[in-house]
Structures are given as C-alpha cells and as structure tokens.
C-alpha cells in the first residue's frame, strides 16, 4: 500500500526471538514473574508491594463496583519487595537505566536508603537489582555497597553509581527461562 | 439555630475522654501508630502494605501531579502488615467485627490463609489481630490456630470463630498509650 505521501510503507523486519528473548518485558514484570515461581515452587515467598496510591474519590455505583475517580501516586516510604527465604527476612529495590554509564543515584529516595538501614540493622537482607538497558547486563548490588556510595554524594562524590564500579562490586545476576532475575542464586552465595 | 422544621439543633455532649481513650480510632491506624513507634524506636521494621488498585486511566495536566481518574480496588493477594522483627520476619492480618459472639471467617481470604501457611513453612512468624468492638478487646491469633477453624468450616464445623474459642487459644494484646496495639509484647512471649 502507498502512504499519502506517495512513500512505500517501510518493510519492518522483526528481530530474531531467540529462546532466551526478554520479548521487551520490564525489570519489574520479570522479577515478578520470577518471584511468582520462586513461590509455585515452594522456594520463598516474596511479593512486590501495590503502588501507594491516596486515594480522594470513589464512586459507588448501583449493582457494580466502587470506581476510584480521584486518586494520586503518593511516594513509597520502603522498598517494593519484601519476603521470607530460608528463614530469612528479604528486602529489596529493583531498578533499571537506559543510561550507559551509571546508575543516577536520583533513582533512589532517601527514605528507601534510611528502610534498607533498618532493615540491614535488624538483621534481614537487602540489597538493589540493578539493570543497565544499554547492556541487558542485571546486577545485585548490596545495601551496604549503596550505603558507601549514598553518603558519599553529599561529601563531594558523584550523584551516580558508575556503571564500572557496579560491575566490580556487584554480582550478576544470571537469566533462566522461567527464573529471568534468578535473584536468589546470587543470594545463596552472598548471605547463606 | 432554627432548623428549616422548626427543631432545634440537638445539643450533642462529647464523651468525656480519659488518657486511654482510643477516640475512635480504628484497629488499623492503631496498629500502624504502634508500627511508626517500634520503627522510631528502633524495635522492629513493620510496614503496613499499600492498598492494591488497579489503575485504569491516568490523567497528566500541565504542571502538577498525575491524577489518576480511574482504577479499582484489587483484592489482596497476601496479608496487610509484614516486616522484621529480632531476625526474623514477621506478617499478619488485622481485623475487626463489631459481632458479639463470634469471628465471621468471612473476613479472611482463602489466599491469605494459603500466603499465612507458605510463611511459616519457610520459618516466619505469622497471627491475625483479632479486635471484638464490643468488648474493645484485641487479641493475637496464631496462624496454626486459625488454619484449624478454617479447615474445619469446609468439613461440617462452624462458618466463624467463636468469642469463647478466641478468648480461649488467643492472647490478649496490651494496650499502652504509645503503643494502643502493643502485639510485640505477645510475640515475644510465644514466638521468641
């Protein structure tokens, strides 16, 4: 067929899928894909916590049900996963950059940092999944790690993470078809 | 004042409040005043979850937040508060009935009973906290308590749990000015 403007419709060829294609899902779609088998298979249970939303309105129609028709995204005062494995308290932040360089520590609240302190306090595990986009390359960086590099912004040190120091303090995280952020190998031989 | 029908606006006496006076407060925000303290005293990390909504439609004006115009609440897939506590992780369920007599088992859903059961198989610690309004007495129920009235409600036995039996297996949880829902005090009893 022609376009308007006399141009011929590009021919779009699709990329190859190979098996282990990610078919464009998300950091948060795979990881929960992959806590929900974690949890099929009775290894651990961990849920990502519902987006806090406050909510203004709602509407109760007659025989239906109640629609919220006025609400706002509020800020998360933790991080978005939290669970159980093997006995262990397990909390944790997932991010994603298309940047190339560095992970922009902007991507992080202050309040989440202050919960990973608690958390690390009383004893449970925490940690970020970072992933850098230009790479495909998915990272668990300990809380500790983030801590050092949190307060060193604020005393001079840069406002990101280089995406070499990540790649030399963090641990891949290996890619299974049905485990796509197999986040808990890493756990095993980092903190069990 | 005149009232359109010529009543008088009845003269309503506020109660009168003492010190313990729970002034209306629900269970819920009692239970998250008594989390934001063990959490500001440093004693546990105890998160209410968010309220799950599926977001619809979001609506973006020109120079301030997001509104979002329609979405719908979600039920949830596990229990509403969890966290760490000494070491280990911790998760429950808070409800209340105004019923004298019993707890309709209606209140709690067959997933959070499934999500209570893989929590202590993987070593947690898990309860409901149980409020009869009438009496304004609050307890703590341990999960393997409840997982019997549950199972027995689908083999002939009763639809709720009796005030007698609650009384009975559950733990009455202390009321401090602080801490109106003081659950730890029990956990540290029978858990630790």
């Given at each position: 067929?022609?376009?308007?403007?006399?141009?011929?419709?590009?021919?779009?060829?699709?990329?190859?899928?190979?098996?282990?294609?990610?078919?464009?899902?998300?950091?948060?779609?795979?990881?929960?894909?992959?806590?929900?088998?974690?949890?099929?298979?009775?290894?651990?249970?961990?849920?990502?916590?519902?987006?806090?939303?406050?909510?203004?309105?709602?509407?109760?129609?007659?025989r239906s049900a109640a629609v919220i028709t006025e609400a706002y995204f509020k800020q998360a005062s933790t991080t978005d996963y939290n669970g159980i494995y093997k006995g262990k308290y397990i909390d944790f932040e997932a991010k994603e950059t298309k940047n190339k360089t560095s992970f922009p520590l902007a991507n992080i609240h202050e309040h989440q940092v202050h919960h990973m302190q608690q958390v690390i306090k009383h004893g449970g595990i925490s940690f970020i999944i970072l992933r850098f986009r230009a790479y495909e390359e998915t990272y668990l960086f300990d809380a500790k790690d983030l801590f050092v590099c949190w307060e060193e912004q604020f005393d001079g040190g840069k406002k990101s993470i280089s995406y070499n120091h990540v790649k030399q303090l963090g641990h891949p995280v290996p890619f299974h078809y049905q485990k796509k952020v197999d986040f808990l190998s890493v756990v095993d031989k980092l903190y069990l």
């Open positions: 067929m022609n376009y308007p403007n006399g141009q011929r419709k590009p021919l779009t060829i699709k990329p190859k899928q190979t098996s282990f294609s990610r078919r464009g899902m998300t950091l948060e779609e795979e990881i929960n894909e992959t806590t929900d088998f974690y949890r099929i298979q009775g290894q651990a249970v961990i849920h990502k916590k519902p987006t806090p939303v406050q909510i203004v309105n709602v509407h109760y129609p007659r």
